[in-house]
């Protein structure tokens, strides 16, 4: 959550319906459900899946699979014929009431030429790596210490969607839950484990790079479960498997609790029961957090950029690295100063400029990959490229590359570089 916080992702976390659709399907799989309950679980699966398609596809979906599939698999006596009327009319009624609002999904997946934003790629990605679930946050003053190594790699390019420490505490109480709370934890443990499985995505990943599998001349990665599901319909709408640890955060809630339950119910001293909750809810908190302090960027616009708007000689603006989502919502932003055209600007959803005349683009900033005619920046209409610093891997090395192809920057602080580019006649245009 932390994670997707740090994005901006703020519709993904409208969570507060999932534990009530959970809670439905346990009672009427449980107890002698009533028609109240029915109508509560659909209410709760329509307001979950209303507020954010991926929370249809990354909790809904996993939490009916593997907590109905289990009882299907291996406690089928319970499946008796007024619990599957009771399952069918919550999914009716919730499924009714979400038809006009996901039919335009449902024909746009199936339509002959799909839009751009159903077109995007990034299963792999945006998808976590088993390394994940004990990857304690390397970005706070404790973490970067006391964490491992191999969590930079994990978590340094993907803890928006790869964050998923489990956490020692909340392992250690799901596991006296298990062990002694059997029957009842089974279930949710079945969906806890099929949710990580899934949130791997199509392919194997480690140390956030996809491994490759070798036989003798043959090459290949491996394919995971979700690689032939991501394929369905609906299914197929979204791209970041990571996020299917958001169920597994809610499994994992309720096992700890119940792991916490066994523990405190044998401690009969009112006081001792109480401070050892809060030792264990401050120590949980303490290994779960993300980013210590909290992140603060400065909405300070540089005074040298809103001079870039009154200038007349240019007449567009490259930013580099043009494929950092977030460095290209950092474009925007300086946008709302410079009042200049841009290269292949985004907000959600990649640019339909062709990303390989970006990269060529780009080269001929960089002068990498034999690229070093800067006319090319000219022809295009690019008269000033801003690198954002924030976004690159080796700061200074790269600047330095820059330079020598399009001299000193204009303009140099700690989040930025502006280079001007020289309009220049390329020799193919002087030969025309």
Same mark, same amino acid.
């Given at each position: 959550?932390?994670?997707?916080?740090?994005?901006?992702?703020?519709?993904?976390?409208?969570?507060?319906?999932?534990?009530?659709?959970?809670?439905?399907?346990?009672?009427?799989?449980?107890?002698?459900?009533?028609?109240?309950?029915?109508?509560?679980?659909?209410?709760?699966?329509?307001?979950?899946?209303?507020?954010?398609?991926?929370?249809?596809?990354?909790?809904?979906?996993?939490?009916?699979?593997?907590?109905?599939?289990?009882?299907?698999?291996?406690?089928?006596?319970?499946?008796?014929?007024?619990?599957?009327?009771?399952?069918?009319?919550?999914?009716?009624? +919730? +499924?009714?009431?979400?038809?006009?609002?996901?039919?335009?999904?449902?024909?746009?997946?199936?339509?002959?030429?799909?839009?751009?934003?159903?077109?995007?790629?990034?299963?792999?990605?945006?998808?976590?790596?088993?390394?994940?679930?004990?990857?304690?946050?390397?970005?706070?003053?404790?973490?970067?210490?006391?964490?491992?190594?191999?969590?930079?790699?994990?978590?340094?390019?993907?803890?928006?969607?790869?964050?998923?420490?489990?956490?020692?505490?909340?392992?250690?109480?799901?596991?006296? +839950?298990?062990?002694?709370?059997?029957?009842?934890?089974?279930?949710?443990?079945?969906?806890?484990?099929?949710?990580?499985?899934?949130?791997?995505?199509?392919?194997?990943?480690? +140390?956030?790079?996809?491994?490759?599998?070798?036989?003798?001349?043959?090459?290949?990665?491996?394919?995971?479960?979700?690689?032939?599901?991501?394929?369905?319909?609906?299914?197929?709408?979204?791209?970041?498997?990571?996020?299917?640890?958001?169920?597994?955060?809610?499994?994992?809630?309720?096992?700890?609790?119940?792991?916490?339950?066994?523990?405190?119910?044998?401690?009969?001293?009112?006081?001792?029961?109480?401070?050892?909750?809060?030792?264990?809810?401050?120590?949980?908190?303490?290994?779960?957090?993300?980013?210590?302090?909290?992140?603060?960027?400065?909405?300070?616009?540089?005074?040298?950029?809103?001079?870039?708007?009154?200038?007349?000689?240019?007449?567009? !603006?490259?930013?580099?690295?043009?494929?950092?989502?977030?460095?290209?919502?950092?474009?925007?932003?300086?946008?709302?100063?410079?009042?200049?055209?841009?290269?292949?600007?985004?907000?959600?959803?990649?640019?339909?400029?062709?990303?390989?005349?970006?990269?060529?683009?780009?080269?001929?900033?960089?002068?990498?990959?034999?690229?070093?005619?800067?006319?090319?920046?000219?022809?295009?209409?690019?008269?000033?490229?801003?690198?954002?610093?924030?976004?690159?891997?080796?700061?200074?090395?790269?600047?330095?590359?820059?330079?020598?192809?399009?001299?000193?920057?204009?303009?140099?602080?700690?989040?930025?570089?502006?280079?001007? !580019?020289?309009?220049?006649?390329?020799?193919?245009?002087?030969?025309?």
């Amino acid at each position: 959550v932390q994670g997707h916080i740090s994005g901006g992702h703020i519709g993904i976390l409208t969570l507060y319906a999932l534990p009530i659709y959970a809670l439905c399907l346990w009672r009427i799989m449980n107890v002698e459900a009533r028609r109240r309950t029915i109508l509560i679980g659909a209410a709760a699966l329509w307001i979950t899946a209303l507020g954010n398609l991926d929370l249809m596809l990354y909790t809904l979906f996993p939490l009916t699979l593997f907590y109905l599939g289990y009882y299907a698999l291996f406690r089928r006596i319970e499946l008796r014929r007024a619990v599957l009327i009771k399952l069918v009319r919550l999914f009716i009624i +919730g +499924g009714v009431a979400l038809i006009p609002f996901f039919a335009p999904l449902f024909f746009a997946l199936i339509a002959p030429i799909k839009t751009a934003d159903l077109q995007e790629t990034g299963w792999v990605r945006y998808s976590a790596d088993p390394l994940s679930f004990v990857s304690p946050s390397p970005f706070t003053p404790w973490g970067a210490r006391l964490a491992p190594d191999y969590t930079r790699a994990v978590l340094g390019t993907n803890s928006i969607e790869g964050s998923a420490y489990s956490g020692v505490i909340a392992i250690l109480l799901s596991l006296i +839950g298990i062990a002694v709370v059997r029957k009842a934890a089974l279930p949710w443990l079945s969906v806890a484990i099929g949710a990580m499985i899934f949130s791997l995505g199509p392919l194997l990943k480690w +140390g956030d790079q996809p491994v490759i599998y070798t036989l003798g001349e043959y090459k290949s990665y491996v394919l995971l479960p979700w690689a032939w599901l991501q394929h369905l319909p609906v299914l197929s709408a979204s791209r970041t498997p990571g996020r299917f640890n958001l169920t597994t955060g809610l499994m994992l809630a309720l096992l700890a609790s119940m792991g916490a339950s066994v523990v405190l119910r044998r401690i009969t001293v009112r006081g001792v029961r109480i401070g050892l909750c809060a030792v264990l809810l401050i120590g949980i908190l303490f290994e779960y957090q993300l980013f210590f302090p909290a992140q603060m960027v400065s909405a300070a616009i540089a005074p040298y950029i809103y001079t870039l708007a009154d200038r007349s000689d240019v007449r567009a !603006v490259f930013d580099v690295p043009w494929d950092d989502p977030l460095a290209a919502k950092d474009a925007l932003y300086l946008q709302i100063a410079h009042h200049k055209p841009l290269i292949a600007g985004y907000v959600a959803r990649a640019t339909p400029v062709d990303p390989a005349k970006l990269n060529v683009l780009q080269s001929a900033v960089m002068g990498t990959a034999s690229i070093r005619d800067t006319a090319l920046l000219s022809e295009q209409g690019i008269d000033m490229v801003i690198v954002h610093l924030a976004y690159l891997k080796n700061v200074e090395t790269t600047l330095n590359q820059i330079a020598q192809q399009l001299g000193s920057p204009a303009y140099r602080d700690d989040r930025l570089a502006i280079f001007n !580019v020289a309009r220049t006649v390329s020799a193919a245009q002087t030969v025309h």
